[in-house]
């Protein structure tokens, strides 16, 4: 897809998304994605020989590789959301082996799901590309359900099928929080100890963020957050949901007395712009230390291609490390799920597309 495409695409009400929105925290403050990522960010870590090549190896996979951007194909959905409700659309990924063939011919840099899922073709497909096994999900079949992510893997078995990084969630706000916290935190000590990477899900949930009518969830302020926690518990990739408003401490703290804010956040380091609410998440990834990753979210139907697009010129220019489009590429056919995955990645291909 070129420039223009992008552009035709994304339609005139969304050509200021191209230009320099207002500014924040400069990007020369940032650590930005770039071919020299590992040798310019991560090599002050403490992260070990294996764990640097494990990252390498995520970069230099799929039609991104060289560029320090990533394409991720996350399909976990089969536990999260149930296996029939995300593959009624197109039946063909009830077996794991198509949602593989689907990274692969797509041009990710990476297939995250299940440890099942990988497990289950691993031989065959472990050396091809990049797997991220995800080790904790959310189920919804007990009854009454509930909202918890729990183990269903271990770091081992991950290891020992060839993954090159594991993935997990954490619901942060939610009465859970605090146990999958230490859990995580643990099992990413353990993996990077076998030398894989770690990517944190690092999603907000409580039904108290949902003040008036807007869904806090998605503020800059409180994903930013979300994230920070996140990268301090040593993830090197952060996922998030792309910020859709701001000003969850303040609408919270309406009703009772939460958290700690700077009126700062607001007027100074995020503008209202998508682009510098997605800056905030990036400032909160220390200042882009951990790559920041934002979901493609999910399939609304004829207009995926667009929002998809859009969300990686969001992230992109934001300063922001890549997109993981799940829902959007395989709930449709295969050729229009691989459509999908290469206009997203044209967006961090094309040069025109920079830094905001």
């Not at 020299?36 to 070990?48: E, G, L, Q, T």
């Not at 000590?189 to 969830?217: I, P």
């Not at 009703?255 to 007027?267: A, I, L, P, V, W």
């Not at 909160?284 to 990753?293: D, K, P, S």
Request: hydrophobic share 35%; net charge neutral; with cysteine.
């Amino acid at each position: 897809m070129t420039y223009e495409n992008i552009v035709a695409l994304i339609g005139k009400d969304e050509e200021y998304l191209l230009s320099s929105p207002r500014e924040t925290i400069p990007k020369e403050k940032l650590h930005l994605p770039g071919v020299d990522f590992i040798d310019r960010v991560c090599m002050d870590s403490n992260r070990n020989i294996q764990t640097l090549c494990s990252l390498k190896t995520l970069f230099n996979s799929g039609r991104l590789r060289g560029t320090g951007y990533l394409s991720i194909l996350p399909v976990d959905q089969g536990v999260e959301h149930s296996a029939g409700a995300s593959f009624s659309a197109n039946p063909m990924y009830f077996d794991p082996e198509n949602i593989v063939k689907l990274a692969i011919e797509g041009g990710c840099n990476a297939v995250a799901s299940t440890i099942g899922s990988l497990a289950s073709v691993a031989r065959k497909y472990a050396h091809k590309i990049p797997f991220i096994v995800k080790v904790n999900h959310n189920e919804l079949l007990t009854y009454p359900n509930k909202y918890n992510q729990i183990m269903f893997g271990s770091v081992k078995d991950a290891w020992n099928l060839g993954a090159v990084a594991i993935g997990a969630t954490i619901y942060f706000g939610s009465p859970e929080s605090d146990n999958q916290i230490i859990q995580v935190s643990q099992t990413f000590q353990e993996a990077h100890r076998l030398g894989m990477a770690t990517v944190l899900w690092c999603y907000l949930r409580n039904d108290n963020f949902k003040q008036n009518g807007t869904d806090y969830s998605v503020s800059a302020d409180l994903t930013g957050q979300a994230n920070y926690l996140g990268v301090t518990i040593q993830a090197d990739i952060i996922k998030q949901k792309l910020p859709e408003n701001n000003g969850g401490y303040k609408a919270l703290n309406k009703t009772s007395q939460y958290g700690k804010f700077d009126e700062r956040m607001y007027t100074q380091w995020a503008s209202n712009d998508p682009i510098g609410l997605c800056r905030y998440q990036v400032i909160n990834c220390y200042m882009g230390r951990a790559g920041l990753i934002n979901s493609g979210g999910a399939s609304e139907g004829e207009n995926d291609l667009k929002e998809a697009v859009r969300a990686a010129i969001i992230n992109k220019r934001a300063g922001g490390m890549g997109m993981i489009v799940g829902r959007k590429s395989f709930q449709k056919s295969f050729v229009e799920g691989i459509t999908l995955l290469n206009a997203v990645q044209d967006v961090y291909l094309e040069k025109q597309i920079d830094i905001a």
